[in-house]
């Protein structure tokens, strides 16, 4: 029998803690950082941020090493479609007069700016989300082949 | 790929949690297998076959 590692659930509990606690510090401070520096401000989310995406990719890590290969396969589905019909929802919805209004007055509420100028908001976002996605095509495509290329090394001496 | 993995396992009246305890799968696993929509991989072929104490190609057929 192959032997696969048992899940752990104080560590996935730690990363688990990892992943919400950033992310809800930086919704509580919201009144504070109002009042920082917008340098300051861009640390501290960048900081939550990191240590959100870090947690949330060990727990990537140790949930698929706990994962036989049919939950795996299953996974691999899920992410693939996920990811493909996820993006392109975005995409559509832009075109959605209501989802941009939203976009906007969130931004709008968030700010505190009642005046906001909604095609700059909109552009940013549009910006944001391609940058993005095309990251992601990019990573993905330097990842393919470097893993490639892994995978294609000699076969080691007996 | 055809596979006759019920039948073995219900020759030595295994339930699928038994099969999937012996291989270290999930049931949901063998399930899917024993169904048809799931090819295991090689490794895990080898464990099935070892767990009947058979050969893989005895338990697994390539449908035409």
């Given at each position: ?70 939950e795996r396969s299953n996974s691999r589905f899920s992410v693939f479609w996920g990811d493909a019909i996820g993006t ?71 | ?64």
């Amino acid at each position: 029998m192959t032997p696969r590692p048992q899940p752990r659930p104080r560590l996935y509990l730690l990363f688990l803690a990892f992943c919400i606690i950033p992310g809800l510090s930086v919704i509580a401070a919201i009144p504070w950082l109002k009042t920082q520096p917008d340098n300051l401000v861009f640390l501290l989310t960048g900081i939550a941020a990191a240590i959100t995406i870090l947690a949330s990719l060990v727990l990537a890590i140790l949930h698929d090493r706990s994962m036989g290969e049919w939950e795996r396969s299953n996974s691999r589905f899920s992410v693939f479609w996920g990811d493909a019909i996820g993006t392109s929802l975005v995409a559509l919805l832009l075109a959605v007069p209501v989802f941009r209004d939203w976009v906007v007055s969130i931004v709008a509420a968030f700010s505190g700016t009642a005046n906001i100028d909604a095609q700059s908001v909109i552009l940013a976002f549009v910006g944001g989300f391609i940058t993005v996605v095309m990251a992601r095509v990019l990573c993905m495509a330097v990842i393919s082949m470097g893993w490639t290329a892994w995978k294609s090394r000699p076969a080691r001496e007996a | 790929m055809k596979n006759r993995i019920r039948v073995l396992r219900a020759e030595r009246r295994w339930s699928q949690a038994d099969l999937a305890a012996r291989v270290g799968v999930s049931r949901n696993s063998i399930i899917s297998i024993e169904n048809g929509h799931f090819d295991p991989s090689l490794t895990l072929a080898f464990d099935i076959a070892a767990a009947f104490e058979m050969k893989i190609e005895d338990i697994f057929e390539r449908e035409p």
